[in-house]
């Protein structure tokens, strides 16, 4: 839109040390790991609740729920690019136990709001937008944060053990939040969320690890401003032709998802006739996608190499996104499970590769304001993306916009040929 390699052989004599994936052996990453592991649980619930409440509840249309989806993402593109200055100056553990705090506390809101019978698609849009704050920094302090905790060697294996996290999450959790929308219990499914932002904020307290702000003994003689640390984290990414050329790809990528996501629930809902619990199903299921793909995204660098996997899995999981527009009703829903599965393998396979090159490659004291700078081009194609499916929708309904959006996505892998990627078995790395 937008992250387990084989055991080492272990020097030592212990039968447990040689079996641990490696990052899982150091304390502080467990501690990350669990705590994102339990707030993406309750996050994948309310990722399928809260549409489907805008839908069946409160009456919300294509154009609203292109509204809905834009929200959470608007964020990025006014704070995207100073929130990363602004965490380089910072420690990055305080920032995301605050964002996970008050992400709770939205959550909460909801959840008070629903109990009440006061809650309205202004709230819906309003806690969207406020959430997606919080997670602008969030991600900004997150990515910067995971390198803090393992050494290079390791960066793939805990951002695969991340992202299967993420993915089995997609695959547990939807079910029951069709379900709490179906019987009318959604204030259930926010309170779970809430509570696992509080849960995640927790774990971060525990950590031991002591961190110092990224670069302050470089910046201690000078008096930088923070449009000109801005400027320089633009100017590292435009230069570098690995990170442009695979950016662009993601962006264009997350554009056409994200209008064709915002479609998704309504389309099943309205257009096919499918309830609230099997649309929690069949995400369910689509998420084991993702789990597939965090699992063999180090074997596929492994054998094709990581530049050639990123170009595999681009090309390779694209097409199968236009079987989501052949979806009908009974046996026609394998359409859309087949189609979204395939999709789902190939994007977080590809994720897991470039997340891991991306944090290996760029200077610690610069992570992250690049990952912001990338993240405010990625993530700030989405809210227009979430815009442009509503209004193709409401003009031509929803599965001719969903026949062209899934085809621009598949279009969109001709982009990382445009680069050094195509000559090369390998991304470089420092």
């Not at 899982?24 to 669990?34: E, K, M, S, V």
Request: glycine share 10%; proline share 5%; charged share 15%.
């Amino acid at each position: 839109m937008s992250t387990p390699t084989s055991t080492p052989t272990s020097t030592t004599t212990s039968t447990t040390t040689s079996t641990t994936p490696r990052a899982l052996r150091r304390r502080d990453f467990r501690l990350l790991w669990a705590g994102e592991s339990v707030s993406q649980f309750g996050s994948a619930t309310t990722r399928v609740l809260l549409p489907l409440i805008a839908v069946n509840t409160l009456d919300a249309g294509s154009f609203t729920m292109g509204l809905l989806g834009a929200a959470a993402w608007v964020p990025w593109l006014l704070l995207g690019l100073p929130v990363g200055a602004w965490t380089d100056r910072m420690r990055r553990r305080p920032v995301m136990i605050v964002c996970n705090t008050v992400s709770a506390v939205l959550m909460f809101s909801l959840t008070a709001a629903h109990w009440l019978g006061l809650l309205t698609t202004g709230q819906l849009l309003l806690v969207a937008l406020l959430s997606g704050t919080a997670d602008v920094f969030f991600r900004a302090a997150y990515s910067a944060y995971v390198p803090a905790l393992l050494p290079q060697e390791e960066l793939a294996d805990g951002n695969a053990k991340l992202q299967t996290s993420e993915s089995a999450a997609e695959v547990a959790a939807p079910g029951a939040g069709g379900v709490l929308a179906q019987t009318a219990n959604a204030a259930l499914g926010f309170l779970a969320d809430g509570l696992s932002f509080l849960i995640s904020a927790v774990l971060l307290t525990r950590i031991r690890a002591r961190e110092s702000p990224p670069g302050r003994e470089e910046r201690a003689g000078a008096d930088r401003s923070l449009a000109a640390e801005i400027r320089e984290g633009i100017a590292f990414l435009a230069r570098d032709p690995f990170l442009r050329t695979i950016l662009a790809c993601d962006a264009a990528m997350n554009l056409f998802l994200a209008g064709a996501q915002c479609l998704a629930i309504v389309f099943l809902s309205r257009t096919v006739g499918v309830g609230g619990g099997v649309i929690g199903v069949l995400i369910a299921l689509t998420g084991l996608g993702g789990v597939l793909g965090a699992v063999i995204s180090p074997r596929l660098a492994r054998r094709f190499g990581t530049a050639r996997a990123v170009i595999l899995c681009a090309f390779c999981s694209g097409p199968f996104g236009l079987l989501i527009p052949l979806t009908t009703d009974g046996t026609g829903l394998l359409a859309f499970l087949v189609g979204d599965f395939c999709l789902m393998t190939g994007v977080v396979a590809g994720n897991v590769i470039i997340v891991s090159f991306r944090q290996a490659y760029c200077p610690p004291d610069m992570l992250g304001r690049v990952s912001s700078s990338i993240r405010f081009v990625m993530y700030g194609t989405i809210p227009i993306g979430s815009l442009l499916g509503g209004t193709l929708g409401t003009v031509l309904g929803d599965r001719g916009a969903l026949w062209l959006l899934y085809t621009g996505n598949a279009l969109c892998a001709l982009l990382l040929l445009t680069g050094p990627l195509r000559t090369r078995r390998e991304l470089p790395v420092p």
